[in-house]
């Protein structure tokens, strides 16, 4: 049996969409709502939702568990309220630590490449650079705290889960995000820009010697992202923190010519403003260096952007069913 938090958002839903193709038995904790957040689990339901205030009560239960996949968190870049996001993204976080520890259960969890801030201080997920971070928001502070929590046990000989890893996702992108409002992927964003007939509208840079659409981040395929924390499920004696991105950063006009292209419509973009709320706090590059997942054994290949995006408005975007 596989618990995943989170399960029935964007990335876990994916992950529960695999998990079950392969015969595994799920229980995904999360919360469904009224807003139609069930259609991600539809095609793959788990053996049990369990809403977040109920976990505590169905692992006392000492359910058979192989692995948690944590994936659950307050995950909006905009969040403010401190309290509950660092309740959400550490101290529950640091509860199924402890609690798969002491169970002898494998543990992985979702981290953020919002923990490197404007990247100043670089990309580099080896754990001892840790300490030098400077997270721009909240999310990213909340993230960043735990996997210094993560570090520092080790470096006590605290009890560990026998396998962990935290994965720092960088751009994810695919089907099954619709519920995320603004939080939702620039690739689907600028398809529905597109679709209705208008142009790909991009921020204007608001760095000095920066052109405008030259902003650029590592975007990864959520597909990319379930195959390689399968292999960790199928690789026990792999453990550590790691970056998750495809290596190479790619500009938003990329993005914006390849959704273009992908929905068969002239390459037609816009310049905008940046909006006050992000000025300060909008990473101009991402780029995750991928040489520790690679050194750990991870022999996977990363779907280039123009097919991850074909995929996503072909498969999915432009057709009635947009679910995997």
Known sequence: MILVTGGAGFIGSNL???????????????????????????KHPPSRVIRPEGLRDFLDTRPPLEM??????????????????WATNVELSRFLWEWCGDRGVRFVYASSA?????????????PAALERLRPLNLYGWTKHAFDLEVVRRLARARERPPQWAGLKFFNVYGPNEYHKGKMISVVKVKYDEVAAGGPARLFKSDQPGLADGAQSRDFIWVGDVVDTMLWLLDTPGVSGLFNLGTGTARTYLDLAHAVC?????????????????????????????????????????????????????QDHLSKADLFV
């Not at 079950?20 to 807003?35: F, N």
């Not at 997942?293 to 991850?308: D, H, I, N, S, V």
Request: hydrophobic share 35%.
């Open 16 to 42: 529960q969409a695999a998990l079950v193709t392969r015969g595994q038995e799920t229980v995904v904790v999360d919360t469904l709502g009224s807003d139609g957040k069930w259609r991600n689990l539809a």
């Open 68 to 85: 948690v996949f944590h994936l659950g968190a307050v995950s909006e870049t905009t969040a403010v309220d401190g309290d509950h996001t």
């Open 114 to 126: 919002a923990t490197y801030g404007d990247g100043a201080q670089s990309f580099d997920d080896d």
């Open 261 to 313: 292209d992908a929905a068969g419509q002239p390459r037609n973009v816009a310049f905008i403003e940046m909006p006050a709320s992000l000025r300060g706090q909008y990473q101009s590059f991402t780029q995750a260096p991928m040489d520790r997942l690679r050194g750990a054994g991870y022999a996977g290949q990363f779907t280039p952007l123009e097919e991850g995006i074909r995929r996503y408005v």
